[in-house]
């Protein structure tokens, strides 16, 4: 187990993607997420903010691909009015570096619309390993910064943990930590797994390979999930996240709903036979 050692430092994580993944400049950004919103607002539904909102599946892509899907969660979490302590951000790792599930060893991350603290009290209830370079590149928790920051008016912090084994049991690990956490530190607590759906298939058959694990995800049947992406070989970058988030909503809710809010994929914005697939869901409890 890596230790935390930085509680009485200030080490910020860069933005590794800003200008890449979303505008580097505040103005362009935040014009950028308003043309998004307005876009899809009539198609947003708006009722389900009514609910009690535990977190959700949103894609991680560039936003000219995939914000037209996770604004819809964004304005949920918005019209919603809850006001969250701690943001806890479950993510894929795509370089390959640090250890199998890793929390970020910095105390802030730097954002283009304000940096934001990590909880540092928090993280270190979870018992779980530290990792400042599975964090340094990674791009799958920085892009839902600037979505927080735009969309909360309230000062919230964010516990980013990345994941390298995907499977059932570190889901289930990462799960019942956050819980555990939840509960010690008296926090309310969002839970964002990030993840992209199928990649470079036909949009059609990306769709289908989707279907066999958004099927298990509606019924929240982790060990499905995992079945279906193995047996059906699933693009699906995040289902670890996923996973985790289906066994939080359990743990922590009584009668745990997830919604569907946007499916779509690349092709929609620059035609292509091969496509990569964004899907936001809800997570929510009445």
């Known amino acids: 187990m890596l230790s935390f050692n930085n509680k009485n430092n200030s080490l910020i994580r860069k933005a590794a993607v ?74 894929p790792n795509h370089t390959g570096y640090g250890e199998e599930i890793s929390i970020d060893d910095n105390t802030e991350w730097e954002s283009p619309l304000g940096n934001i603290s990590v909880d540092i009290e928090f993280a270190a209830l979870l018992d779980l390993p530290f990792s400042g370079i599975a964090h340094k590149y990674e791009h799958s928790a920085e892009v839902m910064l600037p979505f927080l920051r735009y969309y909360l008016d309230y000062e919230f912090s964010i ?28 926090k309310k607590v969002l839970f964002i797994a990030s993840s992209d759906f199928s990649h470079y298939e036909e949009p059609d058959f990306g769709r289908q390979q989707d279907d066999y694990v958004l099927d298990e995800v509606l019924k929240l049947n982790t060990k499905g999930v995992f079945k279906q992406v193995k047996k059906h070989n699933v693009s699906a970058c995040g289902y670890g996240p996923i996973m985790s988030l289906m066994e939080f909503s359990k743990l922590s809710n009584n009668n745990p709903k997830a919604h569907i809010l946007k499916r779509g994929h690349s092709g929609e914005v620059y035609p292509s036979d091969k496509v990569v697939d964004y899907v936001s869901i809800l997570f929510y409890d009445k």
């Open 18 to 91: 800003a200008g890449k993944f979303y505008p580097s400049n505040e103005k362009e950004l935040r014009s950028l997420i308003a043309q998004v919103a307005l876009a899809e607002r009539n198609n947003i539904n708006y009722s389900l903010a009514n609910n009690n909102i535990i977190g959700a599946v949103i894609p991680h892509a560039g936003y000219i691909f995939s914000a037209y899907q996770a604004i819809h969660f964004f304005e949920l979490l918005k019209q919603g009015k809850e006001v969250f302590d701690t943001i806890v951000i479950v993510n």
């Open 159 to 186: 516990v980013p943990i990345c994941m390298k084994k995907q499977n059932v049991e570190n889901a289930k690990l990462v799960a019942n930590a956050v819980y555990s956490a939840m509960n010690d530190s008296g």
